[in-house]
């Protein structure tokens, strides 16, 4: 069940917006050659130099298109809800797992944000964009319990 009120309707779509956009930045990495790659990956916090390897880069093409992807549904999902109703249920819990995974990871390798300057944007992304697609849900299914509907 999707919000019909105006003012949650607008919250779920920045949400989806939000996802969108930070998913579908990822397409930087699937076209970017390697060095250009490495080098940004060097000033997202990796403080040495990554040099070329060919499993890497097609590593990093393969995630990166798979996250592009998911920023890809997540455009589609903003522009037509009703229509994606099934997936925007699916990204709120989807970006709870990913930050919760970050999570785990960031503190069992020890990330220090002076350091790695990117992980806290991260971890925050997930969690604010899980939170502003997920709450209008949980609004609508609220709404729709108290009418008698659901």
Known sequence: M???SRVWLNILRL???ASACGWGIS?????ASWDAAADQLYNMG???VIPYDPM???WL???SSAFGCIGIASALACARPAV???LIHLLGPFHYIVGTTLVVAAAKNHLDPAIHTTFIADIT???LTGTFIQLPLVRAKATARNAGIA
């Not at 397409?27 to 076209?31: G, M």
Request: proline share 4%; charged share 10%; hydrophobic share 55%.
């Open 125 to 127: 992304f997930c969690f």
């Open 2 to 4: 999707l919000p019909t």
């Open 15 to 17: 949400g989806l917006l």
């Open 84 to 86: 994606f109703a099934s």
């Open 46 to 48: 990796t403080h040495r």
């Open 61 to 63: 093409k393969m995630a």
């Open 27 to 31: 397409f930087f990495f699937t076209f």
């Open 56 to 58: 890497l880069d097609y």
